[in-house]
């Protein structure tokens, strides 16, 4: 499984990374929590009980499901925000590639929605 990220979201990453210095950090150590998503045959019970667990909460929301792959938004853990401060990611998993495209980084605070342009740009 590859990580890619998209010219925007390295924009966005260095704008956070302005208010909040551990932001590279938290978005690395979220990839190995990803892996188990995508890397797997469709007969694995383990992997889709992790995927239903994933999806439950209030941590990832799928939004945009196609047959080639699908968009996701998450909830990321970012080490120095502050109570009321929540930051989202949303990347796109492309299926066919075995490819994790990041395409948006952004502070719930400043921006209440992610990007739907943008997810269309990069969802096969």
Do not use: C, H
Request: charged residues 40%; aromatic residues 10%.
């Amino acid at each position: 499984m590859n990580f890619d990220e998209t010219p925007e979201f390295k924009k966005d990453v260095k704008r956070l990374k302005k208010r909040w210095r551990s932001i590279p950090d938290d978005i690395e150590a979220v990839k190995p929590y990803l892996l188990p998503l995508y890397e797997y045959r469709a007969d694995d019970v383990e992997v889709s009980i992790y995927r239903e667990g994933f999806f439950r909460g209030k941590r990832a929301t799928i939004l945009k499901n196609t047959p080639a792959g699908e968009a996701i938004k998450m909830r990321l853990d970012v080490a120095d925000l502050g109570r009321n401060d929540t930051v989202r990611i949303v990347f796109v998993a492309i299926k066919t590639e075995s490819t994790i495209q990041f395409i948006e980084l952004y502070a719930k605070n400043d921006k209440n929605r992610e990007d739907t342009a943008r997810i269309r740009k990069y969802l096969p």
